[in-house]
């Protein structure tokens, strides 16, 4: 008996473990999806995401090739050589030759083994390998800036996709509330009418109103079926999967922010400004690597090995061969190619600085238009939000009153058109609400997500 109960125990804890588990393997097949969800799945399948991550590999293998130049090279050289060479047979005085001594003179084919090991190591450069180690970390850095960009970009792509799906949910739902609506609003008309209260007009014009609101709901649809289109094509699943996004679109005012402060926080930490500073500075070591082509260059080579015609003295020290070499050079003329390179590397240090001045510019016109947007999406969410209550107060009490005859199909008809109206322009608000904080979250550099 002392063993069911953690028996029992451990069942317990499988049992709860397995949903979770299970939950988190089925998330691409999964309908239902919060944002979360849904930028994780960006996240693990966005081609954009993945092909900046392998950039990332195949940088990390050029950094390894370019730190190569500095450290030695060392190569195992074999070779065997067979060879029959009749050149004193057909020297120019071999007839003057005593032929006693040219009858002695027979050419035979010969054997020669060789094997050694080389090794070359750069000594002096004037900074061109530490020129290039340094581009490499840099471009380390800007790589993974690169992806940091490409990350943001999904992000918000997603947000946007994601909050447009929910936008049209919502929109649906008041279209179908709308029809619903007015076909209870129809058949109190068509009641009155029967009990000789109302006229036929107003069943006629409940009438249209129903089939005047049938292709809004059409609409509705459609673009919930082209929304989730747009969200699923940026998480790599078929066109027509039916994701359903789960969650609300809710107000939360924002703590006022100054221009500066966005400012500052963009150049701090957007990827595009600190990858044309990167580059601003990619752009300089450049021009000392050109600079550096003119000067002295010093290498060391040597070679150590066995040469040998019989296969025996293979081993033998008697027959080791070795060459060390110390090279200098010093480039005197090669017809202006250097110079040239070295007018490229200025001109390419000055557009990256132009570059990233551009890049400041343009970070501090997209905070301010995000301060912008974030502000209009606010008054008009407060507006929105008092014009649903008093038309929902208008409609309840034309509803009211048509029940007693103190108003008209008409000024209910107007009245739920004007709730229509305000329900969707609150919807519109509240969606631009939400993607103003995501892009201004964007502007300055930061997680769009942190704001959910």
Not at 13 to 22: C, D, E, K, N, T
Not at 237 to 261: C, H, N, S, W, Y
Request: proline share 4%; net charge neutral; no cysteine.
């Amino acid at each position: 008996m002392r063993y069911v109960y953690p028996l029992v125990l451990f069942q317990l804890l499988l049992g709860i473990g397995v949903p979770s588990a299970r939950a988190a393997t089925d998330l691409p097949a999964r309908p239902e999806l919060t944002l979360a969800d849904a930028l994780n799945l960006a996240m693990e399948r966005n081609p954009q995401v993945l092909m900046a991550r392998a950039r990332m590999d195949a940088l990390a293998g050029k950094i390894r090739e370019v730190r190569a130049q500095a450290l030695p090279s060392v190569d195992l050289n074999g070779s065997a050589l067979r060879w029959r060479d009749p050149s004193f047979l057909n020297a120019s005085s071999f007839d003057k030759i005593p032929q006693e001594f040219r009858d002695a003179l027979v050419v035979v084919p010969s054997n020669l083994f060789d094997y050694n090991i080389s090794v070359s190591q750069p000594l002096y450069t004037s900074g061109k390998v530490g020129t290039a180690l340094r581009l490499a970390s840099l471009e380390s850095k800007g790589s993974g800036v690169d992806r940091e960009q490409v990350e943001q970009q999904v992000r918000l792509q997603v947000i946007r996709a994601f909050y447009g799906l929910l936008l049209t949910q919502q929109q649906l739902k008041v279209a179908q509330e709308t029809v619903h609506q007015r076909e209870k609003h129809l058949e109190m008309a068509r009641t009155r009418f029967a009990g000789g209260v109302a006229t036929q007009v107003d069943v006629l014009r409940s009438q249209v109103s129903v089939a005047n609101a049938r292709p809004e709901l059409i609409r509705a649809e459609n673009s919930v079926r082209q929304a989730r289109a747009v969200l699923n094509n940026l998480l790599v699943r078929p066109i027509d999967f039916p994701t359903q996004a789960v969650g609300q679109l809710a107000f939360t005012p924002q703590l006022k922010m100054d221009l500066q402060e966005v400012v500052q926080q963009a150049s701090d930490h957007r990827p595009e400004v600190v990858r044309a500073r990167i580059n601003e500075r990619e752009a300089a070591d450049q021009q000392k690597l050109a600079s550096a082509e003119s000067r002295l260059r010093v290498d060391f080579n040597g070679q150590y090995g066995i040469s040998s015609r019989l296969t025996s003295n293979l081993f033998n020290h008697e027959f080791s061969r070795y060459l060390f070499t110390v090279s200098v050079g010093l480039p005197l003329f090669d017809g202006g190619r250097r110079s040239g390179l070295v007018r490229q590397a200025i001109a390419n240090r000055r557009i990256a600085e132009l570059t990233r001045v551009e890049a400041e510019n343009n970070v501090r016109l997209e905070a301010q238009t995000a301060l912008d947007e974030m502000e209009r999406a606010e008054k008009t969410v407060e507006a929105a939000q008092l014009s649903v209550h008093e038309a929902e107060r208008v409609l309840n009490m034309m509803q009211d009153n048509y029940k007693y005859g103190a108003a008209t199909t008409l000024d209910v008809l107007d009245a739920q058109t004007a709730l229509t109206t305000a329900r969707g322009t609150l919807l519109q608000g509240l969606y631009d609400h939400t993607l103003a904080q995501a892009q201004l979250r964007y502007v300055m550099g930061l997680n769009p997500m942190d704001g959910y």
